[in-house]
């Protein structure tokens, strides 16, 4: 349609959309925009309340989960195959251990302050205006903690810490092992939950001896109880409660397996990507912007490549560390480099790169 044609209701549809219009005007602008009040309520309260809180929580449901799993989930796999069990309560163990330990490491291990004079010295990009104090590369403030932390990727308040180059591969590793954790849960449970809530075959713990009896209490409607009917009666309201319950646990447990691998698992899915990037998600934000704005291919200057960018994070180019022992299994280990000076990729790469 020519320019001279444009209807009225055109005219009014291009009025109104030029009230929005905005040159950095995106899908994820949006979804910024909104979050905004829940992030400034996250930020005013998080600290001294909503932090330790938020780690509580954690705590309470993972050990609800693994609870359930002694309860209902490891008598019911025993009555099947006491080998098989073995095997599975040896996974759960693992799956718990490492999770416990990078849970614990990424709350109490500090990110990493920017305070070694003598390092700054060499390496000191800018100051930060906030804290008054010398910003190494890659180095950002926290508005929560109201400190700059080396290579800072994000404030977790789930962690009530703030995740960043000495923390960020315990933060990885919680994700995934409480991703592969749900996986197990909801691998090895949906038998029994199948069984047990959608075809009603009363396969709980201690309940399937008694149910098979034939219950004397309408017979008995008429006359006082005996003192056997009386705890037979008392024994089958406790097994009708114990077993509603159970099936409580069970909604409860899926329904948080469910939920859980599905937000946590994209969310790791996320950082893998941004590890893969050598990026943090600050530095996402940052090089999108340049991306944007940059007329040729923009290159990261600290992406070294997919398997070098993991090698780093997971601090596995130091003498004696192998992904066996020190990824499957708890290691304190750091992470390759000091957090102040990054390798870059050189002149003759950015060029290959933006070639590509
Ligand atoms: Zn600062
Ligand atoms: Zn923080």
Redesign the pocket.
Known sequence: MSKGNISSIQKLKLWFYTLFYHSSFSFEYVVDTIMEPIFWFVDQVSQPILGPAFVVVVVILVSYVVVVAHLIGLPFWTAKSSTFTAFLAGTGYWILTNLTFNFYKVAKTSPGLPTDTERLLKCTVTI?K??I?P?PPRTH?CSICN??YLNMDHHCPWVNNCVGHFNRRYFFMTMVYIVLGCCFIMLFGVELAFREVIMDEHILPDCTNVQTQELPLDSSADEDLSECDEDYALLYLGIVVERRLFRYFIYFAGLLCIGTSLALGGLTLWHAKLINMGETSIEYHINKADRKKSDQAFVNPYDLGKRRNWEVLLGLDQPNTSFFRHILFPSSHKPTGDGYVWSHITEAAKRRRKLQ
């Open positions: 930060c906030k804290c104090s910003k403030h400190q700059c």
